[in-house]
Nanobody, 128 residues
Framework: HVQLVESGGGSVQAGGSLRLSCVVS????????MGWFRQGSGKEREVVAS???????GYADSVKGRFRTTKDNAKTTLYLQMNSLKPEDTGMYYC???????????????????????WGQGTQVTVS
């Protein structure tokens, strides 16, 4: 069983920055693949970042060069640093882990399948 708690969202002006955090209750999951996806109003889920068990990261084209995800192993916390924010970045952001833990990350399309992954309640990001 795993619980994920996201925080750090808020309202910012375009060009601003936010840092999201995700605390993982089960440290085993923190050692493996983790990621972030977002969902804007009326939009489909979009994976924006992932980090695998080796620490290799992947990003959606829409956020490449602006977002960076890192892990703090001591705190079992995943972070998403978001810079140069744009209005189109607005949405609910979720921390996600594959069910059972996976060293490598799944394809982004599979990462938002609720049958295969776990995520928290999300944190709202609004960019105006």
């Amino acid at each position: 069983h795993v619980q994920l708690v996201e925080s750090g969202g808020g309202s910012v002006q375009a060009g601003g920055s936010l840092r999201l955090s995700c605390v993982v209750s089960n440290s085993r999951y923190h050692e493996y693949c983790m990621g972030w996806f977002r969902q804007g109003s009326g939009k489909e889920r979009e994976v924006v970042a992932s980090i695998d068990g080796n620490g290799f990261t992947g990003y959606a084209d829409s956020v490449k060069g602006r977002f960076r995800t890192t892990k703090d192993n001591a705190k079992t916390t995943l972070y998403l640093q978001m810079n140069s924010l744009k209005p189109e970045d607005t949405g609910m952001y979720y921390c996600v882990v594959p069910d059972g833990g996976r060293w490598s990350c799944p394809d982004f399309d599979d990462f938002v399948d609720p049958r295969l992954n776990h995520w928290g309640q999300g944190t709202q990001v609004t960019v105006s």
